[in-house]
């Protein structure tokens, strides 16, 4: 029905920057918001920035003034732009979004993306 297929994850150094997305496609018939949200060895599943479909947004206080959440509606995906990194930013990053669909029907599920792999590492 639906997929959300993650990118751009990998290895960066301290202060870099990476920008990951996350682009759904199936039978979608709108997208509500759409987030980033990440988990470390460990730890719980936590989320890192939301936006919704007028574009307002929400971020972690951990990644305020760091990280950037947009998105392109035409294309159905999602962007994360992450500057400053840090070795605690390291987890695997998670796109979710809320979508309608129609197979006769309209339906409103959650979906997840399989998770991409940022490591911040000198």
């Known amino acids: 029905q639906v997929q959300l297929v993650e990118s751009g994850g990998g290895l960066v150094q301290p202060g870099g920057s990476l920008r990951l997305s996350c682009a759904a496609s199936?039978?979608?018939?709108?997208?509500?918001?759409m987030g980033w949200y990440r988990q470390a060895p460990g730890k719980e599943r936590e989320l890192v920035a939301r936006?919704?479909?007028?574009?307002?947004?929400n971020y972690a206080d951990s990644v305020k003034g760091r990280f950037t959440i947009s998105r392109d509606n035409a294309k159905n995906t999602v962007y994360l732009q992450m500057n400053s990194l840090k070795p605690e930013d390291t987890a695997v990053y998670y796109c979710?979004?809320?979508?309608?669909?129609?197979?006769?029907?309209?339906?409103?599920?959650?979906?997840w993306g399989q998770g991409t792999q940022v490591t911040v590492s000198s």
């Open positions: 979710n979004a809320g979508v309608r669909t129609y197979s006769g029907r309209y339906r409103y599920d959650d979906y």
């Open positions: 199936g039978t979608i018939a709108s997208i509500s918001s």
């Open positions: 936006i919704t479909s007028g574009s307002s947004t």
